[in-house]
C-alpha cells in the first residue's frame, strides 16, 4: 500500500499556492462558530483533577455514551465512540467483513474516496453501484449487483456529494438485501443535522440487527480536528468492534469527549437550526448563479455539497486547476468520487464567501 | 475476534468492588501532575478561531513534528503522530508485516499484552522468547527463535513490566538481526524518560533503517486519556504507516496536539527529573517493604513497575484477587504477561500509597 497524498489535499495546495485570490470550496471544513458549551467544557477541562487527564474506558465515557444512547433512543452497550466518524466507519466495516460472510462490499457512485480506501486496507472487493441522476439509490440496483461473495453494503445519507437523503423506503430494502445477503448495511449519517427535506430518518430506526449505523460531531459542532464520533452496532457486532478499537487505539481522546459532552448537553436546538438557515442561504445563493452561469446542478436535500456540471468542461483535475487559475475558485473534480459525475464538479458550501465564488463562476461561465 | 476485558479491567474493578480499602496498584495511570504549559495550552486552545478547530494535517500538526524532529534528531518526514503510543505501536507492525517479507512477530516474555494481541489483530504470528531472570534479553535467543518467517521483532524498552533497560548493544544485536532475517525492529520506548540509569539510549541512535521507534506523552506528561504519540518511520516505510493511519483515524485529535506542543516547548528538564526523583523514593519504599516481607523482586532499572515473587503464592488472578479480599492491595497476576513470570505480582508505583501499600505487604506475607 503507498501512500497517495488524497486528491483533496493536492488541490487545497494548489489553490493556496497560486498567486491571486481564490475561494476555497475544497474542503469538509466548517467555517461557523462550534457551540459555546464546548469551548466551556475545554476551559473546564484544563483545570480538571489529574485522574481526569487519563485512560477514560475504551469505549468512551460512560457519561458521553449514555448521552448519546439517549438521544438515539439504543442501548449504551451498543455505542464504541471513536476517533472521528473516520474511525467509526473503519470498525463498523471491518465487523462487516470480520464475519467472514463475503469480501465484496457494495458502494454507491459517487463514492466519498476513504471508502474504496478502507475497503482496500481490510482485504475487501468495491462494487460500484450507480446512483440516478437526482442522486437517489435505486434498491433494485444495489439487488443487480449483489452477489453471494457480497458482505456489505455502505451508504451514506445525507451523501456527500450528491447532497441526496436516501427515503426510508430505499433504506429498508436495502437492509432487507443485506439480511437476504447474509451481508451487514452500514449507514454513514455524519451529516445528519444537515438534512434540508425535514424527511431524513436514521437507519437506526429500521431496528434491523444488520445495520450498523456511524455518526460523529466533526460536522454538527463544526469540530472535525477534535475526532469525536461514534459507531452504534448490533448486539452481536459490538463486542469485535469494541476489541478493534482497543487494540489500534486504545481509547479515544478524552479532551474533546468531555467538551463534545458539555455541547450535547448545553447546545440548544436554535444552535443547529441556525447553521441549517444559514446553509440554506447559501445554497441559494450558489444554485441562483449557477442557473446563471447556465449550469446543471444538484440541489442538495441534505449536507453541504454542490455538484455542478458546466457544458463542455468536465470534472477533472486539470479543469479543477484551471478553475483555481482562470475563475478563483477551487472545486473537488467529480472523477475522484468514482465514475458516476465525472463530468461534475463539487462545490463545498463551507466558506462566508460563497456569494463571491457564484459571481466569478457566473461570470467565468457566462 | 471476541471481545475480551482486558484482566487489568477486571482486577480494578474487582478491587473497586471490594467493601474494605484497596491501594490500587495495577493501573498505568500517573497520579502526579502533568506540567503546567500543558494546561495553559488546553486553555488557550479553547478560545482559538474556528479555523483552528478543524482537521489537522493527517500526519500531525506541522509544528509539533518539527519539535519532535529537533528532540529526536530526524527528519520531520519520518514522523507520524498518532492516538497514542498504542496506535503508534499498531502502525509500526502493520508496517513490518505489510511488506509480506514473514508474518512471525518475535516477542519477549514476559510480554506486554496488547503485543499478541495487536499480532493477532494484523495476521501475524506470536513466539515468545524468554528474557533472562534479571529482565535482560539475551539476542541469542532470539537469534534461536528466529526463522524465515520472522517479519518483526518488537521490544519495548524501559520495559513493562521487568523495568529493564535494554544495553545498545543488545538493541543494536536485534537490529542486525532483523536486518539478516529480512524483519524489523520496533522498539516501543513510551518510558524514555523514566530511566534511572542514566544508560538508556533510544534505538533512533542505532541509526538503522530496520528499525522503528515509537514514544508518547501518555506517561512522561502523566496524560494517558490524551492519546498524542508517535512512530518515526524509516523513509521507505512512513508511506504506508501515514496511508493507514488516514485510512484508519484520518487525524490525530487536535486539542490535545496542541496542549502537548506547548508543554514540549516550556517544561523544563526539572519537571521530568523531579517525577523521576519521586519515583525513585517509591521504588526504595517498596522495595524496603518487599525485603522485609522475604519476596524476591526486580528492582526497575527504568519504567514505574515492580515485580515481585512471594513463596508459595504464585501470580495468578485467584491470588491477585486473594491479595485484594486480605491485603488491601491490588497488584497484576504475573500470568497475564506471557509464561515466563507467571510466579510473580506486578506492581505499578502510580499511587501516592506506596508506602502503605508497601506496609500491607510486609504484614501480609510476615
Keep these: 500500500m503507498n501512500y497517495e497524498r488524497p486528491q483533496f489535499f493536492h488541490l487545497m495546495q494548489y489553490a493556496e499556492a497560486a498567486e491571486h485570490d481564490v475561494v476555497d470550496m475544497v474542503s469538509g471544513n466548517p467555517d461557523w462558530e462550534p457551540p459555546a458549551a464546548l469551548r466551556d467544557g475545554l476551559r473546564e477541562y484544563a483545570d480538571a483533577d489529574p485522574d481526569e487527564f487519563q485512560y477514560p474506558p475504551s469505549e468512551g465515557l460512560l457519561e458521553l455514551r449514555e448521552e448519546i444512547a439517549a438521544r438515539r433512543n439504543v ?12 474511525e467509526a466507519n473503519y470498525l463498523a466495516m471491518a465487523a462487516a467483513l ?20 478502507k475497503t482496500e486496507l481490510l482485504g475487501g472487493k468495491v462494487t460500484l453501484v450507480p446512483t440516478e441522476r437526482d442522486g437517489s439509490i435505486d434498491p433494485a440496483r444495489f439487488r443487480e449487483a449483489a452477489s453471494e461473495e457480497t458482505g456489505l453494503i455502505l451508504v451514506n445519507t445525507p451523501n456527500n456529494p ?23 448495511l452500514v449507514s454513514d449519517e455524519v451529516y445528519d443535522h444537515f438534512d434540508f427535506t425535514g424527511e431524513f430518518e436514521s437507519a437506526l430506526t429500521l431496528d434491523s440487527d444488520r445495520a450498523i449505523v456511524t455518526s460523529g460531531y466533526s460536522k454538527s459542532m463544526a ?25 489500534v487505539n486504545v481509547a479515544t481522546s478524552r479532551p474533546p469527549q468531555v467538551a463534545v459532552l458539555r455541547a450535547l448537553r448545553e447546545t440548544e436546538t436554535e444552535y443547529y437550526e441556525s447553521v441549517r438557515s444559514l446553509l440554506r442561504e447559501r445554497v441559494d445563493t450558489f444554485t441562483d448563479a449557477l442557473d446563471a452561469a447556465g449550469a446543471e446542478y444538484s440541489r442538495p436535500d441534505g449536507g453541504f455539497y454542490v455538484l455542478a456540471r458546466f457544458d463542455g468542461f468536465p470534472g ?23 465514475s458516476a459525475r465525472d463530468e461534475w464538479l463539487r462545490f463545498a458550501l463551507v466558506t462566508p464567501r460563497v456569494e463571491e465564488a457564484a459571481a466569478r463562476l457566473a461570470d467565468y461561465f457566462d
Excluded: C, W
Aim: charged share 20%.
Design 316 to 338: 477533472t483535475m486539470a479543469n479543477a486547476e484551471r478553475l483555481v487559475d482562470e475563475a478563483g475558485v477551487a472545486g473537488m473534480p467529480g472523477d475522484t468520487f468514482g
Design 162 to 184: 450528491t447532497g441526496a437523503v436516501y427515503s426510508r423506503e430505499t433504506m429498508r430494502e436495502l437492509a432487507a438485501l443485506a439480511e437476504e445477503m447474509d451481508a451487514t
Design 98 to 117: 470480520d464475519r467472514d460472510a463475503g469480501s465484496e462490499v457494495l458502494l454507491a457512485d459517487p463514492v466519498y474516496p476513504y471508502y474504496p480506501g
Design 223 to 247: 469540530i472535525t480536528g477534535f475526532r469525536v464520533g461514534y459507531a452504534i452496532l448490533p448486539e452481536r457486532l459490538v463486542g469485535g468492534a469494541k476489541t478493534r478499537h482497543m487494540l
Design 75 to 86: 442501548a449504551p452497550s451498543r455505542i464504541v465512540v471513536t476517533n472521528g466518524t473516520g
